[in-house]
């Protein structure tokens, strides 16, 4: 009877799973990095659909492959019921360069998909904008790589001004 006591404690240690220590909740890290934001006007007599047009079709000419759009001024209609001012975010892409990118530095997915906007201002105007990576990243870029990369930051800029002076 003397051993009972032992004999449950021994009992409630392998009864009773051992309790862990919570594993600390993962943090964001930052990574400072220098963007561009490119623009141009669209040329008075170019519609907003020429405009996506032109840029849809020059980006095509580049190999950029139009992996999805986002006409987000639906979106903004259907959740407020009033006409809102013509805006769409257009990605393009061209996997293999994008493949060799993210081997070089993972960051440079968060420049993935590249993207080129058509907005319509408060006064009317039509713009083409496009984030665009700066120049210093693009030079840290392997050789290969980086030949690639200033090809695709050319194509875009060619589809943006394709697209203000509706080129078809």
């Known amino acids: ?29 930052y990574t400072n990095m220098k963007v561009q934001v490119a623009r141009v006007q669209v040329q008075q007599g170019v519609s907003f659909d020429d405009a996506v047009e032109s840029l ?14 986002s006409p987000l001024y ?35 997915i968060s420049f993935m998909p590249c993207r080129i906007s058509i907005v319509e201002d408060e006064r009317g105007k039509l713009w083409v904008i496009s984030m665009m990576m700066d120049n210093a990243m693009i030079r840290a870029l392997p050789a290969a790589i980086r030949k690639n ?17 509706g080129d078809l």
Request: aromatic share 6%; with cysteine; charged share 20%.
């Open 1 to 29: 009877m003397r051993n009972m006591p032992s004999v449950f404690v021994l009992w409630l240690a392998f009864a009773i799973p051992p309790v862990q220590a919570a594993a600390p909740a993962p943090a964001l890290s």
């Open 56 to 69: 849809k079709l020059r980006a095509n000419q580049h190999n950029l492959k139009l992996v999805g759009s």
């Open 149 to 165: 990369a200033e090809r695709i930051m050319a194509a875009m800029k060619d589809s943006m001004l394709a697209a203000s002076n």
């Open 74 to 108: 639906k979106e903004i209609e259907a959740l407020t019921g009033k006409p809102s001012k013509r805006m769409e975010i257009f990605s393009f892409c061209d996997g293999l360069v994008a493949q060799q990118m993210i081997a070089a530095d993972p960051l440079m």
